[in-house]
């Protein structure tokens, strides 16, 4: 048989199965067929030379087995591996992934989705947490497809059509019981622009933590960055670093510090040494993430709020396949992660140190 006029169908004959599940072996997805079957498709295609191809799909269907990821900046390296996270996972359904650097700019965005959208990619991974999707309102009903990170899908925009999230309140409690665990009354909080719902649900976390504490929360305590125009992505430690200078020079400084994330928590450890503070003898640090290997090689290495990345971006990634691929309809899917803390060296009893 001439390879070049070999058809799907013709292996799916040849292999003694159906089309469908030829077309699960061959776009990434054997694990929905037996180990046997997976082989016996594989060495038809071998037999037979076949070809898939694959810009006869796309003009077909106007679609490419491509979906975007559209972070803020993989600068701050959380994004970086949220990216080879869902990369891995895109890889197992037969996808590629394109990777977009927005730094929280909606017109960034927009011009992202529009670009994605006109190359026949119709589904994305949106990971800025926004509090609107407004400005993506207009590409509703071009067939785009939107999987939120880090935030809820409820009420937000016909295009999200799934979500995934750790619960940022939790998170927060966890790191502000921990420092009132140990004594501490003073606990700053250390931010970027709270203009992201995460950001403002660890925010509202942090007080409600302090409350439960019996501690009434104090706004000067609560370091967002006011003259920065910016949300800071690619500039975490140095604004962690400018954010500690602040509050750490207070007549009645923190004795401990909450941050955004971990690149604010190494910015404020070189704060506090510029100060000549030492952690955690005189200041305690809980960051947020759980960065791979620099949280736990930082000197002294972080105490942080542990986001399961791996299970988040590969359901997440499941999502909008789902959707692409017509397995998943309905209502937006939606799973809440739950974060964990992990304790390291740079928390201390309030009473090590007075």
């Not at 998943?328 to 739950?338: I, K, N, Q, V, Y």
Request: hydrophobic letters at 40%; one cysteine or more; aromatic letters at 4%.
């Amino acid at each position: 048989m001439d390879a070049a006029k070999v058809s799907l169908r013709d292996v799916a004959r040849h292999a003694g199965v159906s089309p469908s599940t030829v077309s699960n072996v061959l776009n990434g997805r054997a694990g929905r067929t037996r180990p046997d079957t997976t082989e016996r498709v594989r060495r038809a295609v071998r037999e037979l030379g076949y070809a898939p191809n694959q810009l006869a799909r796309q003009l077909r269907t106007g679609q490419v087995r491509t979906i975007g990821l559209i972070v803020p900046s993989v600068a701050n390296p959380f994004w970086g591996f949220v990216a080879l996270r869902v990369e891995q996972a895109a890889r197992e359904h037969g996808y590629q992934v394109l990777l977009c650097n927005a730094e929280r700019d909606t017109e960034r965005e927009v011009r992202f989705a529009e670009t994605l959208l006109d190359s026949g990619v119709r589904g994305l991974i949106f990971g800025s947490s926004p509090l609107s999707f407004d400005h993506l309102g207009h590409l509703d009903g071009r067939g785009l497809q939107v999987v939120a990170f880090d935030r809820s899908p409820a009420g937000v925009s016909p295009l999200v059509v799934g979500s995934v999230e750790i619960d940022n309140v939790l998170a927060a409690r966890l790191a502000i019981s921990h420092l009132t665990g140990l004594g501490h009354r003073r606990i700053g909080f250390l931010s970027g622009p709270i203009r992201t719902v995460s950001r403002r649900e660890r925010l509202a976390g942090y007080r409600h933590a302090l409350a439960d504490a019996g501690i009434t929360p104090d706004d000067d305590l609560v370091w967002e960055g006011s003259s920065v125009s910016t949300f800071g992505d690619a500039e975490s430690a140095e604004l962690g670093r400018t954010g500690a200078h602040q509050l750490l020079s207070m007549p009645a400084r923190p004795t401990a510090l909450f941050t955004i994330n971990d690149m604010y928590a190494l910015g404020a450890y070189a704060g506090a040494r510029d100060l000549g503070i030492r952690v955690p003898d005189d200041l305690s640090v809980v960051g947020f993430d759980d960065l791979p290997v620099l949280a736990e090689v930082a000197t002294p290495p972080l105490t942080t709020v542990r986001q399961p990345l791996p299970q988040m971006m590969r359901t997440a990634t499941a999502q909008l396949i789902g959707r692409l691929e017509g397995e998943r309809s309905g209502p937006p899917d939606h799973t809440t992660a739950t974060p964990e803390l992990v304790v390291r060296q740079s928390t201390a009893r309030r009473d090590h140190h007075e």
